[in-house]
């Protein structure tokens, strides 16, 4: 089993990114009822969480990215997305992919995201 990010790159100010995250060699019940966390890591500074959806979709988002990202996740595909608009330079970082709950604790490797001012 294995989480895979996919969509990050490098970006102007204000524009827009969308990130994938992709859990194979996992069945639905198993990826369904649990949380997927986004995290980021910029250089030089702690991870931090971005934001979260529960298998029920419930949502939390970080005060910094509140009203610019958008989290979803569909269990058909055991994929999740995070949707980043309006994109600041201080959005620069590692974005990580984190699926917790019921005994699993599982992470991605990582996509880059660079925004330029």
């Known amino acids: 089993v294995q989480l895979v990010e996919s969509g990050g790159g490098m970006v102007q100010g204000g524009g827009s990114l969308r990130l994938s995250c992709v859990a194979r060699?996992?069945?639905?019940?198993?990826?369904?009822?649990?949380?997927v966390t986004w995290y980021r890591q910029a250089p030089g500074k702690q991870r931090e969480v971005v934001a979260s959806?529960?298998?029920?979709?419930?949502?939390n988002y970080a005060d910094a990215v509140q009203g610019r990202f958008t989290i979803s996740r569909d269990n058909s595909r055991k994929t999740a997305w995070l949707q980043m608009n309006s994109l600041k330079p201080d959005d620069t970082g590692v974005y990580f992919c984190?699926?917790?709950?019921?005994?699993?604790?599982?992470w991605g490797q990582g996509t880059q995201v660079t925004v330029s001012s």
């Open positions: 984190n699926l917790n709950g019921r005994g699993a604790d599982l």
């Open positions: 060699g996992m069945i639905f019940s198993e990826y369904s009822p649990r949380t």
């Open positions: 959806i529960t298998g029920g979709r419930i949502t």
